[in-house]
């Protein structure tokens, strides 16, 4: 497995998305009979899919509508909603700017305007007054503050998201942040993220994690991997974490989710994550592309704010239709943007994976996806 | 052979046409010497190609043109022929319609009429009263009562055709649809697809298919692939199948060939279906591109009708001659989509091979199509 | 080495151009000093690049400028220079005609006049006259009437050429070619190809060859791909035919060059034929672009006359410089088609190759293309 | 490690940047708590950064600049600025001048003049003036009267720089470069390059180099190997020279910092360049880039203008800040050519690494970019 690059230095292979491809065996199941629910800590939700929490993805009506079909939306309590009381006005300047200069115009927002405690209650009442779960994220250094006026305000549950997420930091002015301490005392669950590879899941899971994100710079030119060199294609990195949660419940009894959280574009994405051995998946810009979304059209990745070093732009990420659709279809386009929860079930249904846990175990292929066969195919016959 | 993709997941390599190429011998054979023939169940058939149940493939008048040319097309008992009495009429206007919104077009084109057992009964004889042999499809859940009204008017080949075909199937409300006892029942012989794996193949074979489509979501670009994941490329399928095969025909003394379906483009393609194993070939696109095709210049997938979540839509196929001079020339484009026998014929010559049977064997090497190649090859000798 | 794609069928990789790289080690050589020279047969040749017999590319008067220059260029004597008396004209025609059609246009062509045994004279006589060593080529079919006119017009080399040249041909109709009594007979060496694998090489070895033409579809998206599914990359088939010689060398003393022919864009891919085991050349497209060429900027494969299976169209190959220029400079563009033997030299110079012997030992990476750094690129350093 | 490319042909695989990722582990530090100093001899150099010495990015100016940052630039001493007492007017000319014909001028500017010791004299005084580093370069054939005339100017660093460095040497006419002697008896540190492997490598430290460029046409569709075939990409040959580099040390105890040099496009490769190995990175167009280079917007190679075989052209670079802003931020873009510094704290921080030392051993990844997921990612999270 491992692969001299050159003199001494070795290095793993790793797959993305489009590296595999799953393949059917002798059995199928009728796709409405797949079960595609999972279960975090005791809560069993019925769809495994969350929304990600961009500024362009989640508002508190969203996450609302989000719950009411079964998934479940996280609210970044960093992002535009807590810093401004006009969050939807403000969305809509990022998304009426012109591309020229629109990461600048990220950066000054978030320069010129602080989280405010009174905005974080704010939003989580406005979506458990729509009846929906909230689910909240901050980054570690906010995370106290965050939780506090969270927890108060009925938040259901708290996600620790950075871009890389462990237990271990060392630093000479900030103090660690204290995982295990967090999670211990927390009255609701914590997920953290995001993380790869076995030893860091593996940590988190000790540090009492409910669930764990998955990803870190997943999409093969994505700017984490342009900016830092850092990126770890998705398929190795869950089948690596998936790795760290059946060790972890083996030896504990306690079993942590993974969330395949990164570079997921369509229905086929989906079905891979889990294959790959992920117990639910995170979206961004496919639920930025909903009717409901707060920037109709847009999205932008959590790092575009940074004053310093954007690692992201603000991308045009169309509507495909109401977040209904989106989940359950109907569809009526042919790129898997739409009725997600109805291509996972005949996916599941056509690999004869009964449930979640099956489905992480059907035949993958590894299946390059080769440019000129994309082009060629243009004319092929559309069967498939 | 297997490849740990990331923790204890593991996954085989599988090959597409493009990544595979065929290489000559030290004897080469006259192309008007080799035998392209091969048999179905006693019926020998002169010509290794078959059309597909596309829509926008195969009418009855095509399908008598294909029989006279010693090729057999199949007739889809579910698509827009059977459902319209005016079916030519409504093939234009699929063909016509804007691309904007055809999906929804096709959908609800199907969703408006159901499927009528007298235009079952008219289309094959419409294909008999021409000469042709009357070689038609149905899914499971309609081919009881297809084939009853196909048998009664004539019939000569049934079709067994879904996304994935298998023997084993589980559902709350469906009966498995029992393909042993109806390949028994059947005065006529029953193709099943599609199918890929070893397992699957060898199970249709026991229950007594007389041929197995080969092919789920093998373009690698494919709708299947984005939607569902799911995907083998064509090399490795047909492969795998073809052990299959040998080893039934070897326990059973029962040969049953096996048809590589999908993601066909060119000559070349053919021929390396066959080589990997093929004893015959169905094509869509480009026999839609024929003069004499339903909807001149267009083909959708099967999948494209599908109400909740279409896997394909219409694609410009361009019309590059009559049937005729697409199956045995004069060409007069150097692409590969025309004088489809000869090609066939020149290639087995080229490698030595004087049937189906010794072009299965042929050398092959794996030798991806480099993007980059193709482009500077748009100056390159062009000797070959 | 050997690859299972699928059940129990095997294949063997295979590398082009774009997929390997040469690297220098401890010692550079000034170009100056470096040997390019090869033989063939008695005949010491300064320049180990041949001129490919393609309409495009050669007629008498550029067959004498090659020679003057040192290197060979072959006059394909089934072609329109032999076919037409005014073939200058015929050319223009070609080069004039509009793309639509063209192939059409040039099946025609070959169709409407069949080759002159007076004119094969008269060419030869025309390269003669100037100088030039007439080295002449024919298909198989018409190699010895072909013959008989050369010889007795003075030619110096002859080339028997077609697709796939092996000494073992069935057909029911046709006499095999007797390869080996043809070389035995002939009063002047004969080269034959095409040809690709160790043990066709070497039967053509045996049968009395006096080199060999590496190459069958060694484009990877050329049109014998496309059209026949069969090409073998041209380091490999370099490399495999370079085996047979070295081993026929060894068992008899006698030492048979072989040129790789097609696929060759550039410098970078002349030094890596050679690097692979070619002692020569063989360049269409690059010497059809030079001011002599026959039909400027504009070049056509062989196969591209045929009237049944066109495998190849006319290209737009441009005008880059004289042949003087594109052999030995100075080069005004650093693309890699202009001044060919300068790049050769300098390029064995810092790898350390005194010789074309020493140059097939040269270090070589596998290292491909990678289509995005090609975009990345254009904003590279260019130090090289 | 070794294929078998054909025959008995071996070749060994080789990575370049686009083929590799970097993982997190365990531990992440803070960014601003991470050394990226290194040592050139006795000098610690702040910044792992180096500007290349191409005539379009580095002039005295930008050479004060750089040192001021805590970096080191190299200026050509065989340049436009060595050639020309109006350097500056002349960059403007070749900036100015439109694309067609470039190469020409750009070899017709060179050819006109020669290098001129006064002005070696007075580009060193005007960088020692602005109380810069003076390190100049020069090719083998010049660098003694260059490194005279430097030496007495001021000078701090000399860099012999060539398309391939090496102790052995061999040529009819030119006698062979004593780099031994050179090296010992230079009163200042001598750089010397470029070279890839490792014997060649461990040559040129025992002959005294006091670093080592690494890196010969290191781009994939760089000119080198388009026209000579030849080039290493760079995580191989920064890896091979780095195991030449530990073994020299561990031999000698003397440590010989490598700098790759070629093929950095931004911040990822950076990283990616250490973390195979190197101590430090050489940029040329990056700097290019930076409001204050030579010819603003635009570079070139330096065998640009070469008269007989240029290998690479002008590129437009575009202007993306500051040499400020491109080295220490703060970034307005997202692509990776800002901030670099900042990118490698954050990376290195990321990464669990605490200086240059620990990030030649993080975790590496092989981890191909496709080119279609490139596309995808057009509507990807960018979450990163």
Same mark, same amino acid.
């Given at each position: 497995?491992?692969?001299?690059?050159?003199?001494?230095?070795?290095?793993?292979?790793?797959? +993305?998305?489009?590296?595999?491809?799953?393949?059917?065996?002798?059995?199928?199941?009728?796709?409405?009979?797949?079960?595609?629910?999972?279960?975090?800590?005791?809560?069993?939700?019925? *769809?495994?899919?969350?929304?990600?929490?961009?500024?362009?993805?989640?508002?508190?009506?969203?996450?609302?509508?989000?719950?009411?079909?079964?998934?479940?939306?996280? $609210?970044?309590?960093?992002?535009?909603?807590? &810093?401004?009381?006009?969050?939807?006005?403000?969305?809509?300047?990022?998304?009426?700017? %012109?591309?020229?200069?629109?990461?600048?115009?990220?950066?000054?927002?978030?320069?010129?305007?602080?989280?405010?405690?009174?905005?974080?209650?704010?939003?989580?009442?406005? =979506?458990? #007054?729509? +009846?929906?779960?909230?689910?909240? #994220?901050?980054? %570690? @250094?906010?995370?106290?503050?965050?939780?506090?006026?969270?927890?108060?305000?009925? #938040?259901?549950?708290?996600?620790?998201?950075?871009? /890389? +997420?462990? /237990?271990?930091?060392?630093?000479?002015? =900030?103090?660690?942040?204290?995982?295990?301490?967090?999670?211990?005392?927390?009255?609701?669950?914590?997920? /953290?993220?995001?993380?790869?590879?076995?030893?860091?899941?593996?940590?988190?899971?000790?540090?009492?994690?409910?669930?764990? $994100?998955?990803?870190?710079?997943?999409? @093969?030119? *994505?700017?984490?991997?342009?900016?830092?060199?850092?990126?770890?294609?998705?398929?190795?990195?869950?089948?690596? *974490?998936?790795? #760290?949660?059946?060790?972890?419940?083996?030896?504990?009894?306690?079993?942590?989710? =993974?969330?395949?959280?990164?570079?997921?574009?369509?229905?086929?994405?989906?079905?891979?994550?889990?294959?790959?051995?992920?117990?639910?998946?995170?979206?961004?810009?496919?639920?930025?592309?909903?009717?409901?979304?707060?920037?109709?059209?847009?999205?932008?990745?959590?790092?575009?704010?940074?004053?310093?070093?954007? &690692?992201?732009? &603000?991308?045009?990420?169309?509507?495909?239709?109401?977040?209904?659709?989106?989940?359950?279809?109907?569809? @009526? &386009?042919?790129?898997?943007?739409?009725?997600?929860?109805?291509?996972?079930?005949?996916?599941?249904?056509?690999?004869?994976? @009964?449930?979640?846990?099956?489905?992480?175990?059907?035949?993958?292929? /590894?299946? %390059?996806? $080769?440019?000129?066969?994309?082009?060629? $195919?243009?004319?092929?016959?559309?069967?498939?």
């Amino acid at each position: 497995m491992d692969i001299t690059v050159g003199g001494r230095r070795v290095a793993r292979r790793a797959y +993305g998305f489009d590296e595999v491809a799953l393949a059917p065996g002798p059995l199928v199941i009728d796709a409405k009979d797949v079960d595609v629910s999972w279960k975090l800590g005791d809560l069993t939700i019925q *769809c495994p899919i969350l929304a990600s929490s961009l500024d362009g993805a989640v508002n508190p009506a969203l996450a609302a509508e989000m719950s009411r079909l079964g998934g479940l939306a996280v $609210l970044n309590l960093d992002g535009i909603q807590t &810093r401004y009381e006009n969050a939807e006005e403000i969305l809509q300047q990022i998304a009426d700017h %012109p591309s020229e200069g629109v990461i600048r115009f990220i950066q000054s927002l978030y320069a010129a305007a602080p989280v405010r405690a009174d905005l974080i209650a704010l939003r989580i009442k406005q =979506i458990k #007054a729509n +009846g929906g779960i909230a689910a909240v #994220a901050a980054a %570690p @250094h906010t995370a106290h503050k965050a939780a506090e006026a969270a927890v108060a305000a009925g #938040a259901d549950v708290f996600v620790i998201q950075s871009t /890389v +997420g462990t /237990v271990k930091f060392e630093s000479s002015t =900030i103090p660690e942040f204290p995982i295990a301490e967090f999670c211990k005392n927390s009255p609701i669950p914590v997920i /953290v993220g995001n993380t790869v590879g076995y030893q860091a899941t593996y940590d988190l899971m000790e540090a009492g994690a409910a669930a764990i $994100l998955v990803g870190v710079g997943p999409g @093969h030119i *994505c700017t984490s991997r342009k900016v830092l060199g850092i990126g770890v294609p998705q398929i190795t990195a869950t089948a690596d *974490c998936a790795a #760290a949660r059946d060790d972890y419940f083996e030896q504990t009894g306690r079993y942590v989710p =993974i969330i395949t959280d990164g570079g997921i574009r369509n229905g086929g994405d989906i079905s891979k994550a889990i294959a790959a051995g992920a117990d639910a998946v995170m979206l961004g810009s496919t639920i930025a592309a909903a009717k409901e979304a707060p920037a109709p059209g847009y999205s932008w990745g959590m790092a575009t704010s940074s004053a310093d070093l954007p &690692r992201g732009t &603000r991308i045009q990420v169309g509507i495909s239709g109401t977040l209904e659709e989106i989940l359950y279809g109907p569809a @009526h &386009r042919d790129d898997g943007t739409m009725n997600l929860v109805g291509a996972l079930r005949l996916s599941m249904g056509s690999l004869g994976a @009964h449930n979640i846990k099956e489905m992480q175990h059907v035949q993958m292929f /590894v299946a %390059p996806s $080769l440019p000129t066969e994309g082009k060629s $195919l243009q004319r092929s016959q559309g069967v498939g």
